[in-house]
């Protein structure tokens, strides 16, 4: 049986080369796994940057899962995160940094841009990220309920409607 466009596209970002520019090892944390850095980073240091594939609207979605199994279209939707203009899928090691508060954000984190320290990071500390910063889509929440399915952006408008 041939592979769905979006099996394939799966497979190729698991193959890709992570976009870290700086040296980070992935640990156990008090949140899961998590990802940290082996060296101090100084602040305004690019961290990563990005090689992900980008989605407009809900017909480049359709596009992209036709085809494809439940299992492949589950996975898919759980790894695209809201930006300003659309989502974008997140598939290298970037999805292991964990969610931080106040001074525990250490990077201004962007899947369609470069990543920057906001601050200086010492050597093994733990990259943490402001998931508020994400920008869920509307139409994208909508057309994962029609599924039946779960969004990593699910995740951060519950987190936002925490902090109201």
């Not at 101090?40 to 979605?61: F, L, M």
């Not at 992209?64 to 203009?85: C, N, S, V």
């Not at 940094?97 to 906001?118: L, M, Q, W």
């Not at 910063?133 to 936002?160: C, I």
Request: charged share 35%.
């Amino acid at each position: 049986m041939e592979q769905s466009k979006l099996k394939q596209l799966l497979d190729e970002c698991e193959t890709l080369k992570t976009g870290f520019k700086v040296p980070v090892e992935l640990k156990e944390s008090q949140y899961g796994r998590g990802l940290f850095v082996s060296e101090d980073v100084p602040e305004g240091t690019e961290i990563w940057s990005p090689h992900q594939r980008y989605y407009k609207c809900k017909e480049d979605i359709m596009e992209a899962i036709e085809g494809a199994k439940p299992e492949e279209i589950a996975f898919f939707f759980e790894h695209l995160y809201g930006e300003p203009d659309g989502m974008a899928l997140c598939m290298d090691m970037m999805m292991f940094i964990n969610h931080g508060e106040g001074e525990e954000v250490n990077i201004r984190f962007s899947v369609t841009s470069s990543s920057i320290a906001k601050r200086d990071i010492k050597k093994g500390e733990e990259l943490r990220e402001a998931y508020q910063d994400f920008q869920p889509k509307d139409w994208f929440e909508a057309l994962a309920k029609e599924m039946g399915l779960m969004t990593a952006d699910s995740f951060v408008k519950d987190l936002q409607a925490s902090k109201k």
